[in-house]
């Protein structure tokens, strides 16, 4: 299929039949040439390795040898004499020598100019065949897409498809390449009998693109459904005999109704696929919401990247009150951007995402410290917790960072908490109880963070050193209800058995702040108390009595 591909590649660059009579009319106007200078006891007869060189370059031997025996006819002593003027005849010895070397040349031409050929379309084979699963590359698709734009019709509509096999980098890693690499390739035969080879492409190790041709979005749609269905039981074995199960997603676009040219209908065709699997959907039909989508998401990123450059965010701070003291236990640094757009969690996801969190987590360490020193010299104590990102336990530079810049401003390590989500913890486990004994001996202090969201087992947390514990809200949400009051209570209990204080986050009401207080529950955070305040206005209202600077 690839070998036809490529010769109907090079079909269409073939010369056209009229190219060879341009060539016959050159060799007479040569003729012609050297007849007028004289005759071919001038230099001019050479003029003629001209359309023989040319001919054997664009044409195969029959071909070229045809314009050299022409040649050498048109030079031949029936038609040319030696001298014009004088009416002097060339001898024959000299004309039928002539006549081998043209053919000569041009044979030997010819067969140097296919070699140069061969290796020529081996190196683009190269660069447009993937290697493993013998389809064109992304590189052809992108050709072959605009050519397919440029030939149609008004009438004409194509809709592109794109697989991906989610689960390959899994199988490689865990069952083995040979089982990743021959899966590969049993859903590429596959997807060659279901959607016929011609329209196949492999755009990346596991994702192939299906063009096809006069199909509404709709069908593609429903052709894609019947071939993800042929997935859903195993579809080999390795060889251990495990059964091997290929998870595909797939997205959707349509020519003309979404897009006009190859790199905008790819671009879409990726946007629908990425939707596709961040919604676990199995099909995703491309939609203009998508591009809006992904339109804000760039704007957003642009407007984390220029906050952090023109040091824009600032933090408001949520006091913790302790249940049974009714004082300030501390404050949760909360990060705050002046955009309507984008909120706390979003700037924190994609900043996650695209792996500038810990810019934005030293920011924050930064202005938490600067702000606690202020505090202190207004006579203002308390502690301030600050949120860390999983994607901050991968290495122990946040910590270092808020060691030196804590020793640095000689405030007490003590007095600065992180706040830990139960989720990152078990995303990192391993790192993350090294990095924990490490922020523990710094002095600095450890919530773990949205409690009861994670999966946790409570026995993982008995010797992760933590000082407090922050119970999420959804668990104060349903303490209502008899089955989530007794599960809360009990949960209470065994964590302070543990040693570790509890948190409540999230608390809205008198009566929830009661039920806590009957259960135990140490210090209550949530809007009952106070929402998120800047500051000024946390020193006005929890410390009123302070002197004002
Ligand atoms: P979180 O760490 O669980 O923070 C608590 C969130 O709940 C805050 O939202 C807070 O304003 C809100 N909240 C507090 N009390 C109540 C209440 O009574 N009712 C309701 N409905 N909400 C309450 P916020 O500030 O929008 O932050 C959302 C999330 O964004 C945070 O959840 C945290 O995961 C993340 N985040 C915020 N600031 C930072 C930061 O500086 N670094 C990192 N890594 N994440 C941050
Ligand atoms: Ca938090
Ligand atoms: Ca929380």
């Not at 073939?14 to 060539?23: A, C, D, L, S, V």
């Not at 309507?340 to 969190?357: R, S, T, W, Y």
């Not at 089955?483 to 543990?498: D, M, P, R, S, T």
Request: aromatic residues 10%; proline residues 4%; hydrophobic residues 40%.
């Amino acid at each position: 299929m690839i070998e036809k591909l490529f010769d109907n590649d090079l079909k269409k660059v073939k010369p056209k039949k009229m190219i060879f009579f341009f060539f016959i009319l050159s060799i007479f106007l040569i003729d012609y040439i050297v007849y007028i200078a004289g005759g071919t006891h001038t230099v001019y007869p050479h003029l003629m390795y001209i359309p023989i060189i040319l001919s054997s370059f664009l044409y195969g031997l029959k071909r070229s040898i045809l314009v050299a025996i022409l040649a050498g006819f048109a030079l031949s002593t029936f038609i040319m004499p030696l001298n014009v003027q004088l009416g002097i005849k060339q001898d024959s010895f000299s004309w039928m020598l002539r006549l081998p070397i043209f053919i000569g040349t041009s044979a030997i031409i010819t067969l140097l100019a296919q070699r140069l050929k061969a290796a020529v379309g081996l190196e683009r084979k190269k660069a447009y065949i993937n290697p493993v699963t013998g389809l064109p590359k992304k590189s052809k698709l992108l050709l072959d897409i605009d050519e397919m734009i440029e030939d149609s019709q008004q009438e004409n509509h194509y809709a592109l498809m794109i697989f991906h096999y989610e689960n390959h980098d899994f199988i490689n890693r865990y069952i083995g390449y040979e089982t990743g690499k021959s899966s590969l390739l049993r859903m590429v035969s596959i997807a060659s009998n279901f959607f016929g080879n011609d329209q196949l492409y492999s755009i990346s190790e596991n994702k192939i693109v299906i063009i096809l041709p006069n199909h509404e979005a709709k069908d593609a749609y429903e052709k894609g459904l019947a071939f993800l269905h042929k997935f859903h039981k195993p579809i080999l074995s390795d060889s251990n005999l495990l059964p091997v199960n290929i998870i595909l997603k797939c997205g959707i676009v349509h020519f003309p109704s979404d897009g006009n040219d190859a790199n905008t209908l790819i671009q879409k065709l990726g946007r629908a696929l990425g939707k596709a699997e961040q919604q676990n959907e199995d099909i995703v039909v491309y939609n203009n919401e998508i591009s809006k989508t992904c339109i804000d998401t760039y704007a957003n990123i642009l407007t984390i990247h220029y906050a952090i450059e023109h040091d824009m965010f600032h933090l408001v701070y949520q006091p913790k009150i302790n249940i049974h003291t009714n004082e300030v236990s501390g404050v949760e640094a909360l990060l705050r951007l002046n955009s309507i757009k984008i909120n706390p969690a979003q700037i924190v996801k994609i900043a996650e995402d695209i792996g500038i969190i810990d810019q934005i987590t030293k920011l924050v360490i930064k202005k938490a410290v600067d702000q606690l020193k202020k505090w202190q010299n207004e006579g203002i104590h308390t502690k301030i917790a600050v949120n860390i990102s999983s994607k901050d336990l991968k290495d122990d530079s946040i910590v270092n960072f808020a060691k030196q810049y804590i020793y640095a401003n000689n405030v007490d390590p003590g007095l600065i908490e992180f706040e830990i989500t139960e989720r990152a913890l078990i995303e990192n486990l391993d790192t993350a109880r090294d990095l924990l004994h490490k922020i523990k001996d710094i002095g600095i202090k450890i919530s773990l963070d949205d409690f009861g969201t994670g999966y946790n087992s409570l026995l993982n947390l008995l010797d992760l050193p933590l000082d407090y514990v922050k119970i999420d809200k959804y668990f104060v949400d349903h303490m209502s209800d008899p089955k989530g009051h007794n599960f809360l209570k009990g949960v209470i209990k065994i964590l302070q058995n543990l040693g570790r204080e509890v948190i409540a986050e999230g608390v809205e009401e008198k009566e929830q702040v009661d039920t806590l207080r009957a259960m135990g529950c140490d210090i209550i955070q949530g809007y009952y108390f106070s929402k998120p305040l800047s500051p000024e206005k946390l020193a006005e209202q929890f410390y009123p009595s302070m002197p004002k600077n």
